[in-house]
């Protein structure tokens, strides 16, 4: 069995649908059981999200708009894919009840002047609503018999509104009945990806991004031989192509690789998505629809060994470096678990931590919009240490950037991290902070924005990682 998940850009266009209708076709003709997952149309998701903030901030007219825009935009498709009129009209039913219910929550949201984390899911679930019953309707028409089903009936989470996390133990049993006898039945199940409910049917959203996740939650619940992801690259490259031109596609990585890249800023794939999948051993694999025979990236448990100790280059933006410093803290028991303990009441996560050698500072990084909340936070648990000198000021870096230098031969391989500030060093690049994860899989480094892309550049050139053919040419050739 596999999982088919596609994201918006798979589902952007008529022509991209066809795309996957043809994708869909092929798999389940090469596999019976085929689970399909699917993200809003691109840009969807953005268009809900802006409008209902809109709406809390007194304007009507982004959702007024946003209505005829999103109503256009899903029956261009269903215009050139669906010819039976049956299927047309019901079709254009169900996204009119759809964009009403958009209209009436922005109603109420502007005329509350409040957008509640709660409130802001149910109204960016509703892509993925219209989503996957124009992808069955499309698939249809193409032969395969699929059939939409809400993931809010199936994906249980807890009530973490914008970031829910899925209850495994309650999800599984219902995905398990509702899914297996559609595929018993024959029918392709195309599931709203990102979208769930809580056990009392409130509706949540997994995070930006989600509907990887959902796919490997589905994936792992059905023990499926594979989750693949279509996207708009062929895979998961050595770097984010849009800033290293000559990356290239990363034939293997591990499940630890892959969770470290995703975690620091590789959109290609959700952070949390590799979680079910390590938890059931089931291979992840990324594609691209616009190229489904071109390369693409596996992601398992023990890939193959290669010849670099590197694999890519991420870069993960909009961060703030944290600083808690005094010549006063040195030998003072317990400061650092204070700071950790201040910024975690405020339910801000720590992307890095940076080892200082010396003991008169801490920092942190966090992203930037968090900062006003941490150090406000900070400043009243240390109140006594400001006000008796033993610290001396708390204060935060912004526009920075953590490049994360990612492998997992980066163990025990010597020399990785001179190469790494060797690079930056000969650009002129400073390196404010650095870290290495516990693991040793990762390099975290903070630099300026405004150095970011070169950074990245520089250290994708220092390892050659665009010869990955003869990087990942079997080790033992080498013997
Ligand atoms: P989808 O809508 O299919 O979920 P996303 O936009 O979420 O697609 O993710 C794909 C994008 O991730 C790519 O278009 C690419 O620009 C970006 N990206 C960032 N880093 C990487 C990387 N290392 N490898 C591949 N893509 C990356
Ligand atoms: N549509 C959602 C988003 O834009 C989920 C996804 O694309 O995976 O974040
Ligand atoms: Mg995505």
């Not at 699917?38 to 708009?65: F, H, Q, W």
């Not at 596996?298 to 933006?317: D, H, L, Q, S």
């Not at 405020?346 to 010396?358: F, K």
């Not at 109140?383 to 870096?397: K, P």
Request: contains cysteine; proline residues 5%.
């Amino acid at each position: 069995m596999r999982i088919l998940k596609f994201g918006g850009t798979s589902v952007g266009s008529a022509e991209a649908f066809a795309r996957v209708a043809g994708i869909v076709a092929r798999a389940k003709e090469e596999d019976g059981n085929v689970v399909v997952v699917t993200s809003a149309m691109s840009g969807v998701t953005d268009t809900l999200i802006n409008a209902a903030k809109a709406a809390a901030a007194g304007d009507e007219t982004p959702y007024r708009d946003a209505r005829n825009e999103l109503l256009v935009k899903h029956q261009i498709v269903a215009g050139q894919l669906i010819e039976d009129g049956v299927e047309r009209a019901a079709l254009g039913r169900l996204l009119d009840e759809k964009l009403r219910e958009f209209e009436r929550l922005c109603q109420s949201i502007y005329v509350l002047g409040e957008l509640t984390p709660r409130g802001l899911d149910v109204v960016s679930s509703l892509g993925e609503q219209m989503a996957a019953p124009l992808l069955a309707a499309v698939l249809r028409h193409h032969g395969v018999d699929a059939e939409a089903v809400d993931a809010r009936e199936i994906i249980v989470t807890d009530d973490t509104f914008g970031a829910a996390n899925p209850i495994l133990e309650e999800t599984c049993p219902r995905v398990e009945q509702h899914l297996r006898s559609l595929l018993e039945a024959g029918k392709v199940p195309v599931v709203t990806g990102f979208i769930a409910a809580t056990r009392d049917g409130i509706t949540t959203t997994l995070g930006r991004g989600g509907s990887d996740y959902s796919a490997a939650i589905l994936g792992a619940c059905l023990g499926a031989d594979e989750v693949q992801i279509w996207t708009d690259v062929n895979g998961i490259l050595t770097a984010d192509p849009r800033i290293v031109p000559n990356a290239r596609t990363l034939p293997e990585l591990s499940y630890v690789e892959a969770a470290e890249l995703a975690y620091f800023g590789a959109k290609v794939l959700h952070p949390k998505t590799i979680l079910p999948a390590i938890e059931r051993n089931i291979p992840i694999r990324v594609l691209n629809t616009f190229d489904p025979d071109g390369p693409n990236t596996r992601i398992v448990k023990e890939p193959a060994p290669v010849r670099t100790p590197v694999k890519a280059i991420t870069a993960i933006r909009n961060l703030a470096l944290i600083t808690v410093e005094g010549r006063g803290m040195m030998g003072v028991p317990g400061i650092a678990a204070r700071t950790f303990s201040a910024v975690a009441r405020t339910g801000v996560s720590v992307l890095m931590i940076s080892q200082a050698s010396s003991e008169q500072s801490i920092c942190f990084v966090i992203p930037a919009k968090d900062v006003p909340r941490v150090v406000e936070s900070l400043n009243e648990e240390l109140e006594r240490e400001l006000r008796r000198g033993f610290i001396d000021h708390i204060w935060s870096l912004d526009d920075i950037v953590i490049i994360a230098v990612v492998g997992q031969a980066m163990r025990g391989t010597p020399g990785i991290a001179a190469r790494v500030f060797g690079a930056l060093g000969e650009a002129s690049i400073n390196v404010i902070a650095i870290a290495q994860g516990s693991s040793e899989v990762n390099i975290s480094l903070v630099v300026a924005t405004t150095q970011a892309d070169e950074a990245v550049r520089r250290i994708h050139d220092a390892f050659e990682l665009h010869r990955v053919e003869e990087l990942w040419a079997p080790a033992m050739a080498e013997a």
